[in-house]
């Protein structure tokens, strides 16, 4: 074989390869991106976790026609990468996450007392979260993606279907136990809020 | 990128109220859109990525009708890794069996003593011989006195008894 057919072949190869993974960039890096982004929250480490899966594809581009389900397989590297650096992140305090949260989330009608009340809850929710054990905080998480169904969630994370409904089930009980003890320390903390305020007005009328 | 519902098992609640399990704060961040430009950005990171690894250039190129150098290298690089193995094996000693046996130290059972690792030797040399010293030899002078009241009595002690019976 002459080698400018060769060095042709490789160009040709090189272009197919280009343009299949600009197709799953345009395809799929929206779709990375939320996966990140509900592990990190925060949308310059999501972007950074996309653009690191990507390149992870490029160095194994010649793997790409063995894939059967690149979708599942590109969420899956994502995963692992978020997974990755949250646990490398552990020091960022947790304050951070609620206030990136209020700014992202949509606000479009609400009052400011109620975005700052409705990121407060979203704050508390997410703390439960994380006080989850990690098999089934991560199914909860990925549950939450209406695109994944429980085989794929079973195929991210490489176990069995029963086992993703198992622990999910496992995850609504705990969360569903958490908040309402939260709740209930919140609705026992209200009246002393309000008898101080009570005994506070009550003191500037008897000035 | 449209969103399409796949996983009814979330929509079914199994039991459970999933409002009052915070899913909803759940699927309001993976619902969130990514921002503008994202795909544009990771195709230049993309871009700008190396895609291929550094390779050293041969210094000289080779001809194609210089198959004979390859095959000369090849062996080169055979005989010196063969050779490199050889002078290995021939330096390692062969494996040796102990010549003395270890005895296991007795340990005593059902009470009783051990023999804290002490282990019996043979006699294999004959013993020094001392000679008998003489019978006044080597006694000091009280000593001397002594051995001779002694003496003096059980001769006393031999002629007396015959006159008392």
């Keep these: 074989m002459n080698f400018d057919d060769t060095a042709a072949a490789n160009a040709v190869r090189q272009q197919a390869e280009d343009a299949a993974l600009a197709a799953l960039v345009d395809q799929y890096a929206g779709a990375l991106y939320r996966v990140a982004f509900s592990v990190l929250r925060n949308a310059a480490d999501a972007e950074d976790a996309v653009q690191e899966a990507f390149l992870r594809v490029l160095r194994h581009r010649d793997q790409l026609n063995e894939v059967r389900d690149h979708r599942v397989w590109l969420i899956r590297i994502v995963w692992n990468i978020v997974l990755d650096r949250k646990r490398r992140a552990k020091t960022r305090p947790e304050t951070d996450d609620v206030a990136e949260l209020a700014r992202v989330l949509p606000s479009n009608g609400l009052s400011a007392e109620q975005v700052a009340s409705a990121a407060q809850h979203h704050g508390q929710v997410l703390a439960c979260v994380e006080q989850l054990p990690v098999k089934e905080r991560e199914v909860l998480m990925l549950s939450a993606f209406d695109e994944l169904s429980s085989v794929e969630i079973a195929s991210v994370l490489g176990i069995t279907e029963s086992s993703v409904r198992s622990r999910l089930f496992r995850a609504r009980n705990l969360m569903a136990g958490m908040l309402n003890h939260a709740r209930g320390k919140t609705r026992d903390l209200e009246p002393s809020g309000r008898t101080a305020e009570t005994a506070a007005a009550a003191e500037e009328e008897g000035r | ?165």
Excluded: C
């Design chain 2, 1 to 165: 990128m449209s969103i399409t519902p796949q996983n009814s098992y979330g929509r079914s609640g199994e039991g459970i109220d999933r409002a009052g399990t915070g899913e909803d704060t759940l699927r309001l961040i993976a619902r969130l859109p990514a921002p503008d430009g994202l795909e544009e950005r990771v195709r230049v990171a993309l871009r700008a990525a190396p895609r291929h690894g550094r390779v050293l250039a041969w210094p000289v190129a080779l001809r194609a009708d210089a198959a004979w150098v390859r095959a000369t290298a090849a062996a080169a690089i055979v005989m010196v890794v063969a050779g490199g193995g050889w002078s290995v094996y021939s330096h390692i000693q062969p494996w040796q069996p102990a010549k003395a046996n270890a005895v296991p130290a007795r340990v005593g059972t059902m009470g009783e003593f051990s023999g804290a690792g002490a282990v019996r030797s043979p006699q294999t040399l004959q013993p020094p011989v001392v000679s008998a010293p003489p019978k006044s030899a080597g006694l000091y002078p009280s000593q001397k006195k002594r051995h001779k009241k002694a003496a003096a009595a059980t001769v006393l002690t031999g002629t007396l008894a015959p006159a008392a019976k």
